[in-house]
């Protein structure tokens, strides 16, 4: 199976490093002008002189997902640039909070402003230009938080879990226009948002231990679905949510298997 993507136009936000940042070259790699966005400037001059020197087709452009004049001027580039949006990543995430108790009211807004308002208004600004086309792609982050959360996490985990039924809702919206619109749950990948690997030895075991395939997820391994189902291949797939966490709690217990390992 060869995932083409050639002549495809995709726009990455949160791109400027991490697990965008790797959707985004991998997408270039598969041939698709990539838009790269972020608020962050430094990240994306960084981002500029790598699509240079492997002459890669695409742009940069700085925004705030949480802003819909920035969202509608990321579209527009986008169009004025390259004439058409086939694929759209959500990527753009922020994490953090604290007990419910003890939570700050800012950690609440910045996890649903970023994380789910951000895709609400980046999805908005994508739909005119792919119901024009009667074609398109949106795939957004949701997080294995989304399906079993975590303590102190309610902030975030509740924004991932309105990714989900906003994914659902909008597939629905946009079948009749040949619009797909899924989302993915990434379990454990070192970034700069969450150092799981460099915690201490036990933690990182317990850590471990919850997953079948005992192993920190890697970008890439996301970068790799996103690629699958931006491509013709997934053209049947909608509404969805794909774990993509190593099997995270596929069994009671999943470090049962290691122990008895033959
Ligand atoms: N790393 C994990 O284990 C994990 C697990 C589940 C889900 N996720 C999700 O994957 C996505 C990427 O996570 P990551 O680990 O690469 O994080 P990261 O912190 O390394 O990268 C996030 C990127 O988003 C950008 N960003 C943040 N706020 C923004 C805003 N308001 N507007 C535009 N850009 C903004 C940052 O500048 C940064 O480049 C997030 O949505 C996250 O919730 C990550």
């Known amino acids: 199976m060869l995932i083409d993507l050639k002549d495809r136009v995709a726009i990455v936000t949160g791109a400027g490093r991490g697990i965008g940042r790797a959707i985004a070259r991998k997408l270039a790699n598969e041939g698709a002008t990539t838009l790269v966005a972020d608020f962050q400037q430094e990240l994306l001059d960084d981002v500029a002189a790598e699509w240079a020197a492997n002459g890669w087709r695409g742009a940069q452009i700085q925004g705030d997902v949480r802003r819909s004049e920035d969202c509608k001027a990321v579209a527009e580039l986008a169009e004025r640039q390259f004439g058409r949006i086939d694929i759209l990543v959500n990527n753009a995430g922020v994490a953090g909070g604290a007990r419910v108790e003890e939570m700050a009211e800012a950690a609440w807004d910045a996890n649903m402003d970023v994380n789910l308002k951000g895709t609400f208004l980046m999805s908005q600004a994508v739909i005119p230009s792919m119901k024009s086309q009667n074609s398109g792609r ?36 946009l079948g009749p226009h040949n619009i797909t619109v899924n989302c993915y749950a990434p379990g454990m990948i070192p970034t700069e948002m969450n150092h799981f690997a460099e915690r201490d030895a036990e933690t990182q075991d317990m850590l471990l231990d919850t997953l079948s395939l005992r192993r920190w997820g890697d970008p890439e391994d996301v970068a790799n679905l996103i690629c699958f189902l931006a491509s013709d291949h997934a053209g049947y797939i909608t509404g969805a949510m794909i774990d993509i966490s190593g099997g995270k709690f596929a069994t009671q217990q999943p470090w049962a298997a290691y122990r008895s390992k033959r």
């Open 138 to 173: 949106i795939l957004n982050a949701a997080s294995f938080a989304a399906i079993v959360p975590s303590i102190g996490g309610a902030a975030y985990a509740a924004s991932k879990a309105g990714v989900e039924s906003f994914t659902r809702v909008l597939a629905g919206e």
